[in-house]
DNA sequence: CTAGGGTTAG
């Protein structure tokens, strides 16, 4: 049915391009062929059912490339089923191979929707086409495992990696001990560490991410005791473990401490750098000192350090927490006249959250709008901020029109956004608005999101005492044969 | 995807 043509070789070699032939006819590549955005694939990926997907995606006009399938794949994120169907379609192509990349994408995947079986199939899979697996593809699965509370199964994943044809070293060893603090299990890591310490030469990146992982516990002591550990062995500190220090006296809310460390770095003469004066104005600004944020701020410009756009978030953050959301508009177009920095996402949504914060939505999605002069799109976070402040705001029919809005980008819900809609749905104690609450219930389970059993308890019992018993039962006979997923709920 | 700085509610 499919024959194989149409290879490109007009681009680089690495890139290479393929076309998924037309079923019939010929069809000769002309100059000027629309070739569908990513946007446009993954609304047919959305709009299609599994039996109509090869038909949907089999369009003469798509050259595959792992860059365009990785898109693909980013936009589908909050859609797992969707995402790895998509993936498996094209893994049955005639000519196009998945790069590693995609494949590190779909494993994360299936990996955050617990499907651990599709994960390892993904991997084997991964290496019968000698596409890996490699040490990224067991950074992600750790960082699953570690993420999803198992631990474990992380330290376990390290340790066979050699069987799967990759070998450890200290990167990958490094990466385990990282995954382990950022999921608050600085102990396990710092015990990992002591016993591998004579397997692989740990160097200040080691140290570093321990001390760090007692200062995300606001355990500034023990992270002192790892700096001292690692003089001991002869490492040198460097700026990151300095930083990291100061980071964790502000987080531990030692402000006395962290003003200290500061003046210290100084006095050393060790060369203060952009993520220490953004640490220190992030630091001040959150503990209430909006002036000596400030003032650390000119002296940095004034000491002819650069400010990067974290260090105008910081600021303007600040500015909206502690000031006014006025104050920090100010330093916005101020930066973005001058053009002391370029606002990106972050930025965004930071002032975008300072006007819904003092109820001035109008001047919220005014600044939603002027995303696009600066070539941003309103991601997930975005959204669930408005839609946020509309319900709290009692604002029901403006957050669900918001709602809707995510479908046209696309821009799917996450997690958060369901819960904040959920939740609006018992605001009004309208029987019909439990009824769509049962609706998202259902369609966040379809798309591999794990509902909390308090959410589903609280939507059921809603549906059975405003006289929707019959749809209740309806969602547990549904979601009862519905997988794994729902079955980890033990209804 | 080898470490430090900006988005997450009070």
Redesign the pocket.
């Known amino acids: 049915m499919f024959q194989k043509r149409f290879r490109l070789h007009l681009l680089p070699l690495s890139e290479k391009y393929y076309q998924f032939p037309l079923l019939g006819n010929a069809v000769t590549l002309s100059d000027g062929v629309q070739q569908p955005s990513d946007a446009t694939i993954a609304k047919l990926v959305l709009e299609s059912d599994p039996l109509t997907l090869s038909e949907a995606l089999c369009m003469p006009t798509i050259q595959w490339a792992p860059e365009l399938v990785n898109r693909v794949l980013k936009r589908l994120w909050n859609h797992g089923p969707k995402a790895l169907q998509f993936f498996k379609h094209l893994d049955r192509h005639p000519s196009y191979i998945h790069c590693s990349s995609s494949f590190?994408h779909a494993v994360?995947i299936a990996a955050r929707m617990h499907d651990y079986n599709a994960a390892w199939a993904l991997v084997g899979r991964m290496r019968s086409l000698r596409r890996g697996p490699t040490?990224?593809t067991f950074?992600?699965l750790?960082?699953r495992y570690a993420a999803n509370g198992k631990p474990h199964r992380t330290v376990r994943t390290f340790l066979s990696m050699h069987e799967h044809g990759c070998r450890q070293d200290?990167?990958?060893f490094?990466?385990v001990l990282?995954?382990l603090c950022?999921s608050k299990r600085v102990e396990m890591a710092h015990t990992l560490l002591k016993t591998f310490r004579s397997r692989f030469r740990l160097?200040?990146?080691s140290y570093?991410?321990i001390a760090?992982g007692y200062c995300l516990i606001k355990r500034t002591p023990m992270a002192l005791q790892v700096l001292k550990e690692m003089v001991q062995r002869g490492i040198n500190p460097?700026?990151?473990?300095?930083?990291?220090l100061l980071?964790g006296y502000f987080r531990s809310s030692q402000i006395k401490e962290a003003w200290e460390f500061y003046l210290e770095m100084k006095k050393r003469k060790c060369e203060i750098?952009?993520?220490?004066?953004?640490?220190v104005i992030?630091g001040f600004g959150v503990a209430g000192e909006v002036k000596k944020s400030r003032r650390v701020f000119d002296e940095m410009v004034k000491e002819g350090v650069a400010?990067?756009?974290?260090?105008?978030?910081?600021l303007i953050?600040v500015l909206?927490?502690k000031d006014s959301v006025e104050s920090a508009v100010v330093v916005f177009e101020e930066m973005v006249r001058k053009g002391l920095c370029v606002p990106?996402?972050?930025?965004y949504?930071?002032v975008i959250?300072g006007f819904c914060?003092v109820g001035d939505m109008e001047r919220a999605l005014g600044f939603m709008g002027r995303m696009g002069e600066h070539g941003l799109r309103a991601?997930v976070?975005?959204y669930n901020?408005v839609i946020?402040y509309f319900c709290d705001a009692g604002e029901i029919e403006k957050g669900l029109e918001m709602f809707g809005k995510m479908k046209d980008e696309p821009c799917l819900p996450n997690l958060?956004t369901y819960n904040v809609v959920i939740s609006a749905m018992f605001l009004r104690k309208k029987s019909e608005d439990l009824v769509v609450a049962g609706k998202l219930l259902m369609e966040m389970v379809d798309r591999g999101f794990l509902p909390r059993k308090f959410t589903f308890n609280r939507v059921l019992n809603g549906l059975a005492i405003t006289g929707n018993q019959d749809f209740a039962k309806e969602i547990l006979r549904k979601q009862g044969r519905c997988g794994r997923v729902v079955r980890r709920l033990k209804l």
């Open positions: 590190d994360d040490h990224r950074a992600i750790g960082e200290l990167n990958s490094n990466t990282d995954v950022k160097d200040s990146v570093n991410i760090n460097t700026m990151i473990t300095y930083n990291t980071k750098d952009v993520v220490t004066y953004t640490t992030h400010p990067s756009v974290a260090t105008c978030n910081a953050q909206c927490k990106n996402l972050v930025t949504n930071v959250r914060h991601s976070q975005t901020v946020r958060d």
